[in-house]
């Protein structure tokens, strides 16, 4: 497992605290418009902070330079 840096770390947590909201929800009756969302969310946040943190972005339709011979 690759190390996460600190902002991956905080929204890692966060991600889990939102699904721990979400499940304490459920169980106490909430409507499902009422912790669906939180529940959506904090699972992207968890899912988020394993992305690659690369600060190049690749973009492949970008033209590349052709090189010319003199």
């Excluded at 966060?14 to 418009?33: A, C, P, R």
Aim: proline fraction near 4%; aromatic fraction near 16%; charge should be positive.
């Amino acid at each position: 497992m690759k190390k996460l840096n600190t902002s991956q770390k905080i929204v890692l947590v966060l991600g889990v605290v939102l699904v721990g909201i979400s499940i304490f929800g459920k169980f106490n009756q909430w409507e499902y418009g009422s912790y669906y969302p939180i529940f959506y969310a904090g699972i992207s946040m968890s899912w988020i902070a394993f992305l690659p943190s690369r600060k190049k972005c690749h973009n492949p339709f970008k033209k590349k330079q052709t090189q010319t011979s003199n």
